[in-house]
């Protein structure tokens, strides 16, 4: 158990629909990072929050958002869903240390999401 | 930018030794490894930091050369629980904590 919890664990919804994922860090941590990773695939890399502020964007779709509140749970917005968009989708947290770079990221157990 | 990550999969007996190589074509600051098994959370493993250093972890060891911009993962005396899925993470300089993975290396170990 890394200490990091999302919810929920399953969520199966439609085309076309909206939903939410929510990642609560490690106690300690400042920085979340959200993965999505497709069946068999690697890890892509969304967005990274630290403290409350976006770090770093990946290949996020603008369908997709995110934010992390003030205490520091983030949420990733998912809306427009396409079947495309089934994946596990994974939040990591990391303490950031002034090292850049040097930072272990824990994973949660992850969301599976299934658009149907 | 993603890092390639070979071999793509590896089958292995009980006993044997694999190797599994990171190459990424940026210059890098860290590199991570991670081994995750199917339809779970991926598991850190170590971390690199450019200046070739070599760190290990039971059986598990991994080496980082900055000026080819590659680590490699080595894995001794491989046991059943090694079997999964490993992914190099890399962190290149300046981006912060971002960390871009390869497509990962699947590894089956059998008795």
């Known amino acids: 158990d890394s200490g990091v919890t999302q919810t929920p664990k399953h969520l199966i919804t439609a085309t076309g629909q909206r939903v939410t994922l929510r990642c609560s860090p490690r106690?300690?941590?400042?920085?979340v990072y959200w993965y999505q990773q497709s069946l068999d695939q690697g890890l892509q890399f969304l967005i990274h929050?630290?403290?409350?502020?976006?770090?770093a964007k990946g290949n996020i779709l603008e369908r997709f958002s995110a934010q992390q509140f003030p205490d520091l749970h983030s949420e990733l917005n998912l809306s427009s869903l396409e079947l495309g968009d089934s994946a596990l989708y994974f939040c990591?947290?990391?303490?950031?240390?002034?090292?850049?770079?040097?930072?272990?990221?824990?994973f949660g157990p992850g969301t599976r999401l299934t658009v149907l | 930018q993603q890092p390639v990550q070979s071999p793509q999969a590896v089958i292995l007996r009980e006993g044997e030794d694999a190797v599994i190589n990171c190459s990424s074509s940026?210059?890098?600051?860290?590199v991570h490894w991670y081994r995750q098994k199917h339809g779970e959370a991926p598991v850190f493993l170590m971390i690199?930091?450019?200046?070739?250093e070599q760190k290990g972890h039971d059986k598990i060891s991994a080496s980082f050369n900055e000026k080819k911009q590659q680590s490699s993962l080595y894995l001794t005396a491989s046991q059943l629980s090694y079997s999964g899925t490993y992914f190099c993470?890399?962190?290149?300089?300046?981006?912060?904590?971002?960390?871009?993975f390869g497509a990962g290396t699947r590894l089956a170990v059998h008795p």
């Open positions: 990591a947290s990391s303490v950031e240390t002034k090292q850049r770079g040097t930072d272990t990221q824990y």
């Open positions: 106690s300690g941590d400042l920085s």
């Open positions: 929050y630290y403290n409350g502020e976006e770090r």
């Open positions: 940026k210059a890098l600051y860290s």
């Open positions: 690199l930091l450019k200046g070739g």
């Open positions: 993470g890399t962190a290149l300089s300046g981006g912060y904590n971002k960390l871009i």
